[in-house]
């Protein structure tokens, strides 16, 4: 990350990521009482996947080579020797719910960023405080992330799609903070940190 990018990192972003991480932990509790972690078949089926890794006959990563790229089974595998993790789907939920957090926090930071004011002096760009209008912008975009109904369910479960989500809106992140450095003309490392990302 830029030295501009870290500097981005503040008591908001905290909060939002507090939020979300309250939503994201009401949600599950929600879930697990009803028993709803395992409804969908892949969601077992991803499970089981990451537990025949570390439990079964022929245990090792071998078993990974499914239809389905391997990081979020391997994401799982820590919380998988527990049979009581395993069986009601917990540790195929942890993984989405910090993938939800992240994912929540992203949408703000590329929000509150895309959106706040720059002004050149020295011939380098500062941010500047972001505007009242980017930081509205940013909590309405990261509030309507993180209250789709969807995706709070699908954060509950074993799912991939809430970590795929996560990446690819860290990934506009980055590139979004090479871009406004490239045009501000920042020092050639931070444009090539941000072309390796």
């Known amino acids: 990350m830029t030295g501009q990018s870290m500097g981005r990192w503040d008591g908001e972003v905290t909060l939002v990521s507090q939020l979300a991480a309250a939503a994201s932990l009401f949600a599950f509790l929600f879930y697990f009482r009803r028993g709803d972690l395992l409804l969908y ?3 077992v ?13 022929t245990h090792g990563l071998l078993q990974l080579g499914t239809v389905w790229l391997p990081l979020p089974h391997l994401l799982m595998i820590p919380f998988l020797f527990s049979n009581a993790a395993w069986q009601t ?38 941010l500047k405080k972001p505007a009242i209008a980017a930081r509205t912008a940013a909590w309405i975009g990261a509030i309507a992330y993180a209250a789709n109904p969807n995706l709070l369910y699908m954060q509950t479960t074993a799912m991939t799609e809430v970590l795929y989500l ?32």
């Open 41 to 43: 078949g892949d969601a």
């Open 45 to 57: 089926a991803h499970i089981n996947i990451a537990r025949r890794v570390i439990d079964s006959q």
């Open 89 to 126: 789907g917990i540790a195929g939920s942890i993984p989405s719910m910090c993938a939800y957090v992240l994912g929540t926090t992203g949408v703000f930071l590329l929000l509150r960023g895309s959106l706040s004011i720059q002004e050149s002096a020295n011939s380098e760009s500062v």
């Open 166 to 197: 996560a990446f690819f809106i860290w990934s506009v992140v980055y590139f979004s903070d090479f871009v406004r450095a490239f045009k501000s003309g920042e020092s050639a490392q931070s444009r090539a940190v941000g072309s390796l990302v």
